[in-house]
């Protein structure tokens, strides 16, 4: 398996090929040649074809909601799909003066098309994040609900997967703020001290 990576004004582009030597007289050929994408585009959505690109998606979009949040802009749904919503709040940190060298138009990345944005998601979600910190952002906001359960496209199937439910409660605990999470640990806390004290009896 081949890696080639390129760095350039802090954007990286990942090419990744599998290459595998298969016997000529069924194939026809010494090496296949296949390309990996984390995504494939629906109705001019990109969508993630696995559970670890829609956790990349979804890293993208939160760091972008702290984005917006500091620049009293609304604040786009987390669901891993990126589409229509996640380009315009793209727009609006990338036209904001604040965003700075942190824009993406410093990096010559078009950023109006969903498969530029799916294909340097990692890079995208370390710009967001530093532009957030240096904005003074919280570590998380409340996005809102998704209208539906985020998924993935399976590559071979062609049909929608969700992740589970360990994924959708990180993706709650996720969106929630600072004070959120000291609430909910603080119950979890509770819980266990009183389960512990009732098992001593």
Known sequence: MAYRRMLADDAVTIDQDSTE?????????????TSITPYTTVNGVCKAT??????SFKALQRQINRCLSVM?????????AIGAGTLAAIATIQNSPSAGAYSVSSSNLNAGLCSTVAAQAPVLTL??????????????????SPTSTPSYIDPVS?????????????????????????????IAVAVGFFAFKKGKR
């Open 72 to 80: 009293g802009a609304p604040l786009i749904q987390v669901d891993g």
């Open 50 to 55: 696995s559970p670890d690109a829609l956790d």
């Open 158 to 186: 062609g049909q929608p997967q969700t992740q589970g439910i360990v994924a959708s409660a990180s993706d709650i605990f996720g969106n929630m703020s600072t004070t959120e999470k000291v609430g909910v640990a603080a």
């Open 21 to 33: 030597n298969v016997d000529p007289t069924v194939q026809g050929t010494s090496n296949v040649t």
């Open 127 to 144: 710009r967001y994040s530093q532009l957030a910190d240096y904005l003074g952002a919280q570590d998380s906001v409340s996005s809102p």
